[in-house]
T-cell receptor, first 111, second 113 residues
């Protein structure tokens, strides 16, 4: 099955801890995206990447980091600098034209 | 000012009604305009996209873009209970290295049987 796989489905973070959310795609898409969604809110762009080893900050990049070492993978690290990390995180890859394919999301909560 | 503003709702209408969902935007550089539908705790799915001003129809759905007014709309005819979901408008800015895609805040729609 082609698609976007996000893991884990649920994640808990302790104070001062960094956590990494996984995103893998087998759609052979170049571009990938990370969004954050708070309850009752829309999607806010964290980071996006057009190609391997290149990525750009979105509107709310502070407290997050990403890497793009492989075309298929775009992991997101939520660092201890992100003081309000509780949210639903969505990863997507972009097909043509401008069509985003989303994963099933990761719910991150703070212990 | 947010780049994309969307009527927050929630919106509740009877089955069979025509639904109108709207977004405005501030950046005239946006090139693609899209509507996504999201069911609770799921990833959004693309409903429709348009590139230019005008109307685009797909079954019961019509997307309308007015670039001169920086206003887009989605109309749903003969609404069904299965249309109950959150609807998100989205717009893309194409840079040389990547395409930045921005979403509105979403409108929660409920269709009453």
């Amino acid at each position: 099955d082609g698609g976007i796989t996000q893991s884990p489905k649920y994640l808990f973070r302790k104070e001062g801890q960094n956590v990494t959310l996984s995103c893998e795609q087998n759609l052979n898409h170049d571009a990938m995206y990370w969004y954050r969604q708070d309850p009752g809110q829309g999607l806010r762009l964290i980071y996006y990447s057009q190609i391997v080893n290149d990525f750009q900050k979105g509107d709310i990049a502070e407290g997050y980091s990403v890497s793009r070492e492989k075309k298929e993978s775009f992991p997101l690290t939520v660092t201890s600098a992100q003081k309000n990390p509780t949210a639903f995180y969505l990863c997507a890859s972009r097909g043509q034209p401008e069509k985003l394919f989303f994963g099933s999301g990761t719910q991150l909560s703070v212990l | 000012q947010k780049e994309v503003e969307q009527d927050p709702g929630p919106l509740s209408v009877p089955e069979g009604a025509i639904v109108s969902l709207n977004c405005t935007y501030s950046n005239s550089a946006f090139q693609y305009f899209m509507w996504y539908r999201q069911y609770s705790r799921k990833g959004p799915e693309l409903l429709m996209y348009t590139y230019s001003s005008g109307n685009k129809e797909d079954g019961r759905f019509t997307a309308q873009v007015d670039k001169s007014s920086k206003y887009i709309s989605l109309f749903i005819r003969d609404s069904q209970p299965s249309d109950s979901a959150t609807y998100l408008c989205a717009m893309s800015l194409m840079y040389s290295s990547a395409s930045k895609i921005i979403f509105g805040s979403g409108t929660r729609l409920s269709i009453r049987p």
